[in-house]
């Protein structure tokens, strides 16, 4: 295949994003615009109407910055799932109209397979096992037997949110992970439960825990270094794990949680015993992104896998909310490994 240029939408939940990228020249174009509130969470028809409301402007700084003309887009492609329906549809009715309007195919991503797909473009980690650690998601996850499976998973609350939960009961303020890693370079360990129910982990009793010592008059300090180096374990444990199991030679963590030096630092430890290969997503792509999507689905583009090109196809194409990552083929593994 020649150069190839592909059209990128993200909008599963808090940002809408394009990015475009050349086969040959990689990222020419990346915008972002994330909504955000002034208290609480997300109310999805606001975020809905947010992305509703800047999706044209975002497209034409994207095609200023790549100096490209709409046509000489090869395809489109968007986030199918999983994510929040209303911002979802926002980036598909988009994608699909573009995809129409010009005649080009378009291609439905996996928002997950995005980021590991991303993980192992930036840093060429060639088959690893994946340490994905972001707000609301916490996972281990590996190829195998053609898909990518989950091997443990936080049980309730994700390791990010775990860490902005006891701040924000502590006055951390939002997000607390930074700050918590900052306080915990002054801490001693006090001893917290260590909860890793066979292959998965559970944040939320510990944050309790930590809560309540604080309440008793812990130290701040303590709490965050012990919150860390346990939360941290806890995930490395089943990182051991999943490679001893899978036999792979390589790690990757992913996610916002990501850029705490200590979790790196620990990560890098573990994986040099083990003779493994330990690898870190670069922190501008561990959020939300269009490039995402593009690196995903000029994979999918080459092997042939949800591609849609007729105009029947185009219209019929839709939304994923609930689209697990063990349910996505991924034949372009196979393809790159002959
Ligand atoms: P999701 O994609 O799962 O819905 P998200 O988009 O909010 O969540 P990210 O942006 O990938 O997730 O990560 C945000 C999380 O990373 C927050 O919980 C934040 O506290 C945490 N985080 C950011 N920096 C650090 C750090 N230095 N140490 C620990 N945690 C951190």
């Not at 086969?23 to 609480?40: L, N």
């Not at 990560?267 to 997503?281: G, I």
């Not at 042939?304 to 019929?316: A, F, I, N, P």
Request: aromatic letters at 8%; proline letters at 3%.
């Amino acid at each position: 295949m020649g150069e190839i240029i592909c059209l990128g939408i993200e909008s599963t939940a808090h940002t809408i994003a394009i990015g475009i990228l050349d086969s040959k020249k990689g990222i020419i174009a990346d915008q972002r615009s994330m909504y955000t509130t002034d208290k609480g969470g997300i109310i999805p028809i606001e975020c809905a109407k947010h992305h509703k409301d800047l999706k044209e402007e975002l497209l034409k700084k994207a095609l200023e910055e790549s100096k490209l003309k709409i046509e000489e887009i090869d395809f489109f492609a968007y986030s199918e799932g999983p994510g929040l329906p209303p911002s979802l549809i926002v980036g598909k009715d988009f994608a699909k109209e573009l995809a129409l309007k010009y005649n080009k195919p378009l291609v439905g991503v996996n928002h997950l397979v995005g980021h590991l797909e991303e993980g192992k473009y930036f840093t060429k980690a060639k088959d690893p096992v994946f340490i994905f650690v972001s707000g609301a998601n916490t996972q281990i996850i590996a190829h195998e037997g053609k898909k990518y499976r989950v091997f443990g998973e936080a049980l309730s609350v994700g390791l990010g949110n775990a860490l902005d939960k006891f701040g924000r009961a502590v006055g951390l303020g939002f997000p607390a992970g930074p700050k918590i890693e900052q306080l915990a370079k002054k801490g001693n360990f006090i001893e917290i439960p260590y909860v890793v129910k066979g292959m998965d982990v559970e944040f939320s009793g510990i944050v309790t825990h930590c809560i309540n010592l604080y309440k008793k008059g812990a130290k701040i300090e303590d709490l965050c270094y012990s919150l860390q180096e346990t939360g941290f374990s806890m995930l490395l444990e089943v990182t051991e794990r999943a490679l001893a199991h899978t036999g792979k030679k390589e790690a990757l963590l992913i996610g916002g949680v990501a850029a705490n030096q200590r979790f790196v630092e620990m990560l890098n430890l573990m994986c040099k015993e083990r003779k493994v290969k330990s690898f870190a997503c670069p922190l501008k792509y561990s959020g939300d992104n269009g490039i995402q999507i593009a690196i995903a689905a000029m994979l999918q583009y080459k092997s042939d896998y949800k591609v849609y090109k007729t105009k029947k196809q185009k219209e019929l194409a839709d939304i994923n909310t609930n689209w697990r990552i063990d349910q996505v083929e991924t034949p372009w593994m196979d393809m790159f490994k002959k």
